[in-house]
Structures are given as C-alpha cells and as structure tokens.
C-alpha cells in the first residue's frame, strides 16, 4: 500500500490535525496499563492498537506468527522477525485503520483492540545491546571546537573524512517520563590547581535521533551504504544528557565516560522507516570526497524537525531550539556503514544515536552549552527565567516532526524531569 500523499489516506479513526501519530505513521511500541500486562501496540491519534488481541481475533492468521510474539516486554523479537514481517503488521494495521474498510471498525472486539494512550504506561520500546553517539552536525562539531580549541581550527583533521562516535552506556537510556538524577563527578576550574568532587552545575540536554537495528551481523562482516537500510528498523528521539564540567575535565584522552553516562532519554514510539520514507531528502556536500566505503548513491538523510523545550516548575514551557535532521554531514547509512567496517558486530535493538543537532542559526542549537555559549550567555524563557545550564526541578521537552503536502509523521516527545543529587 502506498503511503505517497497523492494516494490520500483516511481513517474511521478521529484524529487531530496536528497529531504526531496519523494514519501514515503507525509507529510500534511497548505499553501496559492497570489491567494490562506489558505488550506491543500500534498508536493511531490518541488510541493504541493491542497487537496481541488483533493477533487473537485472526487478524494475523495468514502470517504465521509465532504465538504471543506481541505479548513482550520489547520489541527486540518482532523486529527480529525482519522486515517483509514487520512492514506486513504495519501495512495490515492501516489497512484495517482505512476509512471503508469496517473488518476492525464494525468487529465485536474492537473495544478491545482499540485502547486510550493516556492510560497507558510507555515502556522501553527495546531491549538495547550497545550504545553507540555520533559527532555528526558540522554545525555542533564547529561551535564546540571553537568555544574550547582553535576558532580557526574548529573541526580536528579526522572529521570531514569520517562519522567520529563513542561507545556510550546502554544501562542507562530511560524512556520518556523517567526523571534524570543530577550526577556527581570530579570538576576543575581552569583556575584552581586541584579537582573537587560534588553535583555537576552545567547539566545540559543534547537534541539528538536515533536509529535502531533491526538485523544482526557477524562478528567479521560490514554492512555497506546500500546495504544500511535493511538494517535499520526506525527511529526515537533522543536526549542525550551531559553534564558538561564533568566531561571537560575527564574526556581526555579517552573522551566521554562518567559526564554521559548516568543517562539518556528517548521517546517510546519507534517511527519505522516505511514512514519517513516520503521525507527524504539529499545530505549536505561532503568536501573533501569520502572514501568509497562511505559513499552513497542514494539519499539517506530526512526532513525532520526538532523542538526543545525548557519547563521550570510550576511555569509553562518554552521553546529554545529548533533544528532539523536534514543538516546532519554524515547521514544513517554512513554511520551504520562506518560503525561496522572493521568488522563491528550489531544486534537487533542496538541504538546508534545522531550526536547533537544544531542549525547555522542561534536559535537552532542543539544544546545549552550552544545557546548559552558556555555559560557566558543567558537563555531567556517566556516567563522571563534565565538560564544558563539546567536546573532541578527544570522539565525538558524535546519533539520531532516530518511534515509534507499534508501529511504528518511524527514522534511524539521525550519529556525528562531534573531532580537533585542524591
């Protein structure tokens, strides 16, 4: 079924105009509720669809699936089916969702089948392997070389000629609506001699998406440019939290470790490739030429744009950031191609997340340290608050869209409350 907005599709379905989860998104994701056991769902505007009971009512017969494959705590063995079986689900469930077709609408069960995504509890779509963070905005990469290197020299020599990443902590990535503890670490101002240790006081947000595999390798094999998309199965958003004064003084030479590691936030509906589909778009020129392996001869890069979002207690929220992933220099494919050319091994469920992504405007960068330039700069919020860093009790949103010709796909937020160290 095509989902090209010249093939126009309605829904029986009451959705919002403006709502994330239309009839052309149909991201999965892992939920319960007080009667409910963890289980995969499908969201559509404000309902979930329980795949378990569709499977129950027949919906799936013909597919031979193995039974209860949706009564999971995590995605990882339905993705794992592959994807000619997960696209099937996905193009099943829309057709069902269709606005003349009465097989779901019209069905006994549908009371069942069709549950209110406000009572439930979103879980970790995935059970997550490894972790790995790009470096992929140029416009990041820049800002950040020149607050702490050589404005002249802002990028290293090994930038533009590869996706620079670290192996980050998987134990620690939280779904939205888990609170962030404040982490402690050792810092050291540039004026004194010695380290001192205590709660960090430039905790900072890092607006960012990720990808998750969907298919494994062996220990050995690469997985070419062409070949990346089959083993990607969707994106989250992703908050990439860091306190910025523990990493300055830990991350040489070794790079990030305790200033990342006590946690990252993502959204819980994984929006699947098919749907972003229509919203790609060519990435940026790569000067100087890449070598073969990252070459490509296809877009990979999306139009999706990014929110962020600061909320003091007891206040509304403000926008901060807006971006857009089309900008990223190294696109999915180069990642996944770059991640796995000396012989990397993945697993379905890994996530590889994008780095921070900023825009060439102010208003577009993708993290504190950016906005506030380091902290010599304010943040002013709608209230009139200021900040420089993150502070307890601040609420940070993130959001993310796709929109084109009338058609919306998006991921609905990654929403993360600060408390104080423990």
């Known amino acids: 079924m095509s989902d090209s907005p010249s093939n126009a599709l309605n829904t029986w379905v009451e959705v919002a105009k403006n709502s994330d989860f239309t009839i052309y998104n149909l991201p999965f994701g892992v939920f319960k509720n007080k009667k409910l056991s963890p289980r995969i769902g499908i969201a559509i505007g404000d309902k979930i669809v329980d ?3 569709l499977d129950q009512e027949g919906f799936f017969s013909d597919m031979f699936l193995p039974e209860g494959i949706f009564l999971s705590e995590s995605l990882n063995e339905l993705i794992g089916l592959g994807k000619v079986i997960t696209k099937k689900i996905r193009e099943r469930v829309q057709e069902l969702l269709l606005a003349d077709n009465e097989k779901l609408r019209d069905h006994s069960a549908r009371g069942k089948v069709m549950l209110n995504r406000k009572e439930a509890t979103m879980l970790l779509p995935v059970k997550i392997g490894d972790y790995t963070d790009f470096y992929s905005s ?27 990443g670290y192996h980050g902590r998987a134990s620690s990535i939280i779904p939205s609506g888990s609170p962030v503890i404040r982490p402690k670490g050792q810092t050291k101002d540039p004026e004194t001699g010695a380290p001192v240790f205590g709660p960090s006081k ?4 890092e607006l960012e998406l990720a990808f998750i595999t969907g298919k494994s390798t062996k220990l050995g094999d690469s997985v070419s440019t062409a070949d990346a998309e089959d083993y990607i199965f969707g994106f989250v958003l992703f908050n990439d939290w860091s306190a910025r004064d523990i990493q300055a003084w ?15 936030s993502i959204s ?9 589909e229509q919203f790609k778009v060519e990435s940026p020129v790569q000067e100087p030429e890449v070598l073969d392996y990252l070459k490509c001869n296809k877009p990979h890069s999306f139009d999706i744009q990014l929110e962020a979002y600061i909320q003091p207690e007891d ?5 901060v950031s807006t971006a857009n992933f089309k900008n990223m220099y190294w696109n999915v494919a180069q990642q996944l191609a770059h991640q796995t050319v000396n012989g990397c091994n ?6 590889m997340a994008s780095g921070t992504i900023s825009g060439k405007t102010e208003d577009s960068f993708g993290s504190m340290l950016e906005l506030s330039w380091n902290g010599q700069n304010t943040v002013k919020l709608d209230s009139g608050t200021e900040r420089k860093f993150i502070e307890n009790g601040d609420t940070v949103i993130m959001k993310g869209f796709a ?9 609905g937020e990654v929403k993360t409350k600060v408390l104080p160290a423990k």
Request: hydrophobic share 40%; proline share 6%; aromatic share 10%.
């Open 51 to 53: 795949l378990s009971i």
């Open 138 to 164: 140029m416009e990041h990469a820049t800002n950040v070389g020149k607050m702490f290197r050589d404005p002249e020299n802002a990028l290293l020599p090994n930038w533009k000629h590869l996706p620079v």
């Open 202 to 205: 430039k905790l900072d947000f």
């Open 250 to 264: 830990e991350y040489v030479p070794l790079g990030p470790f305790l200033g990342k590691s006590f946690a990252s």
């Open 268 to 276: 819980t509906w994984v929006v699947t490739l098919e749907a972003l």
């Open 315 to 319: 206040e509304k929220s403000s926008k």
């Open 346 to 351: 993945i697993n379905v469920g890994d996530m």
């Open 403 to 411: 929109e084109k010709d009338g058609v919306r796909v998006g991921f």
